[in-house]
């Protein structure tokens, strides 16, 4: 395969958002001070390959819709053969595997235990909704399980057991994956009447200003760090509503960049405002590169 076929199946533009998830996640996580340079490196790594390995067996298991639906696609196209995006797929999920591996020896992490079971847990969600998320309910939530589970295993790799906030941090960007992954579902269709499920894009703001509250009167900076994910999700409801696959699908990649916000809400809502800063910059990585390989 050619680079940029790869770069393609691979939607590599939205990696920004997964190194946002994995800072957000350890420092929400209690243990931000723990977190090195090299033990950030290897997590984004590993959450990376999980990613990425995880739009390879998405195009190699949905071969066959795509060529009804997508024909534009790699695997329909014949830019790629299904075998070989299936090897690509799986090979990036145990390299991930093996980076957290990696990371357990080298760092030695407070739940090393607790990080390989986070990491599986990922691997797990990623293959069973590539598998069977066509025309299953229940798919939304498991695509909402694996992004939850990058910030149950980048707190893992510094802290010894998952908090209360950050548990509650991660169901709110499992909820809003629902939304997003609800969403998508129309991208080749006008069903607007179903896409009342995407309000819960909504719900990180809801948790992100109740910890916000909770630590006490926040600063303004706080505040419109809250405000930015809560005002893109929005407008891109409203780029939703207005229907059509091309406004869907621009909702979608809306969405997809507006992770990374969500990770500054939460960001700021502990504290830690620099950090969100970072989390905001990825936001911006991933809407100029989606300009360049499209994000869905």
Same mark, same amino acid.
């Given at each position: $395969? ?39 490196? !290897? ?34 196209? =014949? +830019?790629?053969? +299904? ?69 149950? $295993?980048?707190?893992?790799? &510094? ?47 809801? &948790? ?7 630590? =006490?009167?926040?600063?303004? !900076? ?14 891109? !409801? ?34 830690? &405002? ?23």
């Amino acid at each position: $395969m050619k680079v940029g076929t790869l770069l393609e199946l691979g939607r590599v533009s939205n990696l920004p958002t997964v190194w946002s998830n994995v800072l957000a996640g350890a420092i929400v996580g209690g243990g931000g001070a723990a977190l090195g340079v090299g033990a950030f490196v !290897l997590l984004g790594c590993a959450a990376s390959s999980f990613y990425v390995g995880g739009m390879f067996l998405n195009d190699a298991f949905d071969a066959a819709i795509d060529a009804r639906e997508r024909p534009e696609r790699p695997i329909p196209s =014949g +830019r790629a053969r +299904r075998a070989e995006v299936f090897a690509w797929g799986f090979g990036a999920l145990a390299l991930g595997l093996g980076l957290l591996v990696a990371l357990r020896a080298l760092f030695a992490p407070p739940s090393g235990l607790g990080l390989l079971a986070a990491g599986l847990f990922v691997v797990t969600a990623i293959v069973v909704y590539d598998r069977w998320h066509k025309g299953h309910a229940f798919s939304p939530v498991i695509m909402g399980a694996c992004r939850a589970g990058l910030y149950a $295993m980048a707190a893992l790799a &510094v802290a010894p057991a998952l908090t209360p906030t950050l548990v509650a941090c991660a169901a709110a960007l499992l909820a809003y994956l629902v939304g997003l992954t609800h969403a998508a579902r129309f991208e080749n269709s006008s069903a607007i009447g179903r896409l009342w499920p995407t309000a819960f894009v909504l719900a990180p703001g809801a &948790v992100a200003l109740a910890v916000l509250f909770e630590r =006490g009167a926040p600063s303004g !900076l706080a505040i419109a760090l809250w405000l930015l994910p809560v005002a893109w999700a929005v407008r891109a !409801l409203l780029i939703a509503l207005r229907g059509g696959s091309s406004r869907i699908r621009t909702a979608v990649g809306s969405l997809i960049a507006g992770i990374s916000l969500v990770d500054a809400a939460f960001l700021a809502a502990v504290g830690a &405002v620099l950090p969100a800063f970072f989390a905001v910059g990825a936001f911006a990585l991933t809407l100029f590169a989606q300009r360049r390989i499209r994000g869905t």
